[in-house]
């Protein structure tokens, strides 16, 4: 398969926000990770596209899919990847994130895969180093590459995102996940919704660009797309649901709710899962409504995709 002129439209040194992507970009992005979707299935799956090119995973939250899916990237392209354990390295002697940042450069990384607890740290990082700097999440603002795979995953499935009706439902408030997706969904013409109780939704949530609901039965009312969302408690200060049981009660998916989405209803979820929190445990495993191990197979995929686009010479590029 010949690969999509993907740099002729996307020019971005660093990826660090589905915000202020163009929809042809977008598509140039999802269109060269469809590409390395059958590379990935197949037995011999290693690539030379980024032979000699160096990727550093620095990430100072935890991470499973993130993480693993940009190191299974990286290798099968070809790349030396590192993954940097930050419980281990002078971080903890009290080295800054700018200084952590800076010494890194110092050896010439191609690309730096980034995950910070707090929103802007990553751009703050890009701003400092030479390299191509990646969003693996920061605090609550954005998780680009999730969004990505959610919209592979989904176009895979359904075609074309423009027109779908997609619900985004849970913990909005601390949700990078969410926002990328809103601005994603968005940008290539779908209906978005958010579905929430008001407490786990941002008090400027008008200005995301979403239909706000606070019922799930009006929330997924003929969606074709559910999102469930974790609640992220790790993030919460405070008491923001009266229990997990009540919160499973009126925003917990369980087959009785969804009976009012589309018949062919998808659902999703980035993952990590809290079976019985957000959503039924039978219903995430049920293969005719579930997606969520497609989106983990295809973030790989996504993730393949921007280190190819950001490691492409051209006017821009660092290296
Ligand atoms: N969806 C997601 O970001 O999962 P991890 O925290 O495991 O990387």
Same mark, same amino acid.
């Given at each position: %398969?010949?690969?999509p002129? *993907?740099d002729?439209?996307f020019?971005?040194?660093?990826?660090?926000?589905?915000?202020?992507?163009?929809?042809?970009?977008?598509?140039?992005?999802?269109?060269?990770?469809?590409?390395?979707?059958?590379?990935?299935?197949?037995?011999?799956?290693?690539? !030379?596209?980024?032979?000699?090119?160096?990727?550093?995973?620095l990430?100072?939250?935890? =991470? *499973?899919?993130?993480?693993?899916?940009?190191?299974?990237?990286?290798?099968?392209?070809?790349?030396?990847?590192?993954?940097? !354990?930050?419980?281990?390295? =002078?971080?903890?002697?009290?080295e800054?994130?700018?200084?952590?940042?800076? *010494?890194?450069n110092?050896? $010439?990384?191609? #690309?730096?895969? #980034? /995950?910070?607890?707090?929103?802007?740290?990553?751009?703050?990082?890009?701003?400092?180093?030479?390299?191509?700097v990646?969003?693996?999440?920061?605090?609550?603002?954005?998780?680009?590459?999730?969004?990505?795979?959610?919209?592979?995953?989904?176009?895979?499935?359904?075609?074309?995102?423009?027109?779908?009706?997609?619900?985004?439902?849970?913990?909005?408030? $601390? !949700? /990078?996940?969410?926002? !990328?997706?809103?601005?994603?969904?968005?940008? %290539?013409?779908? /209906?978005?919704?958010?579905?929430?109780?008001?407490?786990?939704?941002?008090?400027?949530?008008?200005?995301?660009?979403?239909?706000?609901?606070?019922?799930?039965?009006t929330?997924?009312?003929?969606?074709?797309?559910?999102? %469930?969302? /974790?609640?992220?408690?790790?993030?919460?200060?405070?008491?923001?649901?009266? =229990?997990?049981?009540?919160?499973?009660?009126?925003?917990?998916?369980?087959?009785? +709710?969804? +009976?009012? &989405?589309r018949?062919?209803?998808?659902?999703?979820?980035?993952?990590?899962?809290? @079976?019985?929190?957000?959503?039924?445990?039978?219903?995430a495993?049920?293969? $005719?409504?579930?997606?969520?191990?497609d989106?983990?197979?295809?973030?790989?995929?996504? @993730? %393949?995709?921007?280190?190819?686009?950001?490691?492409?010479?051209?006017?821009?590029? &660092?290296?």
């Amino acid at each position: %398969m010949e690969k999509p002129h *993907t740099d002729a439209v996307f020019f971005h040194r660093h990826l660090l926000a589905i915000q202020g992507l163009k929809a042809a970009e977008v598509t140039a992005l999802l269109d060269l990770a469809d590409g390395y979707v059958e590379q990935n299935r197949r037995h011999d799956k290693k690539a !030379s596209v980024l032979r000699g090119r160096t990727v550093i995973n620095l990430f100072f939250e935890n =991470s *499973t899919r993130t993480r693993t899916s940009f190191e299974l990237a990286g290798k099968r392209l070809g790349a030396d990847v590192i993954n940097m !354990s930050v419980s281990s390295s =002078s971080v903890k002697k009290g080295e800054t994130l700018i200084d952590t940042a800076m *010494t890194l450069n110092a050896m $010439h990384p191609d #690309v730096l895969v #980034v /995950r910070h607890p707090e929103s802007g740290a990553v751009k703050l990082l890009a701003d400092k180093v030479r390299c191509a700097v990646i969003n693996g999440g920061d605090g609550s603002h954005e998780h680009p590459t999730q969004a990505l795979l959610d919209a592979l995953t989904i176009r895979r499935r359904k075609g074309p995102l423009e027109g779908l009706t997609v619900a985004i439902c849970g913990d909005i408030l $601390h !949700s /990078r996940v969410a926002r !990328s997706n809103v601005h994603l969904l968005n940008i %290539m013409g779908a /209906r978005v919704r958010v579905v929430a109780p008001r407490t786990l939704l941002p008090v400027d949530v008008d200005r995301l660009g979403a239909e706000v609901h606070h019922d799930m039965r009006t929330g997924l009312e003929d969606a074709d797309i559910v999102m %469930m969302l /974790r609640l992220q408690l790790e993030r919460m200060q405070g008491q923001f649901v009266p =229990s997990v049981r009540e919160y499973f009660r009126f925003f917990g998916l369980d087959y009785e +709710k969804l +009976k009012v &989405a589309r018949p062919d209803a998808l659902i999703m979820h980035p993952g990590p899962m809290n @079976r019985g929190t957000e959503i039924d445990s039978e219903l995430a495993d049920d293969i $005719h409504r579930s997606v969520i191990l497609d989106q983990v197979e295809l973030g790989v995929a996504v @993730r %393949m995709a921007c280190l190819d686009i950001l490691t492409r010479d051209r006017p821009g590029n &660092a290296r």
